[in-house]
């Protein structure tokens, strides 16, 4: 059974950074994409970042030059590193892979950015 575990997230203030993990276990991490969304509050959820399994990286306009993406094939992990954060960061942070019609989600890590 593949599980996702978020971890890192926390309150921070504006222009700070985070370092969010993604633990992934029940697969090898080797070869497959992962992505990492959020759920700012009162809005829907909405996809931050992709890293493929070749160490593509693409990320949402909003991030992109203060969000980087990084994988740990050996350790299966995937990390996204936040940097100038902004009030607008807010929200839960989820990791998902998926594998044809199954789509495994973490829990998710809060990040709470004060301005």
């Known amino acids: 059974q593949v599980q996702l575990v978020e971890s890192g997230g926390a309150s921070v203030q504006a222009s700070g950074s985070l370092r969010l993990s993604c633990t992934v276990s029940?697969?090898?991490?080797?070869?497959?994409?992962v992505y990492w969304h959020r759920q700012p509050p009162g809005r829907n959820q909405e996809w931050v970042a992709t890293?493929?399994?070749?160490?593509?990286?693409h990320y949402r306009d909003s991030v992109k030059d203060r969000f980087t993406a990084s994988r740990e094939d050996t350790q299966n992990m995937v990390f996204l590193q936040l940097n100038k954060v902004k009030p607008e960061d807010s929200g839960v942070y989820y990791c998902?892979?998926?594998?044809?019609?199954?789509?495994?989600w973490g829990h998710g890590t809060q990040v709470t950015v004060s301005a």
């Open positions: 998902q892979m998926i594998f044809g019609t199954m789509k495994c």
């Open positions: 029940g697969t090898s991490l080797r070869g497959n994409t």
């Open positions: 890293i493929t399994g070749s160490g593509l990286i």
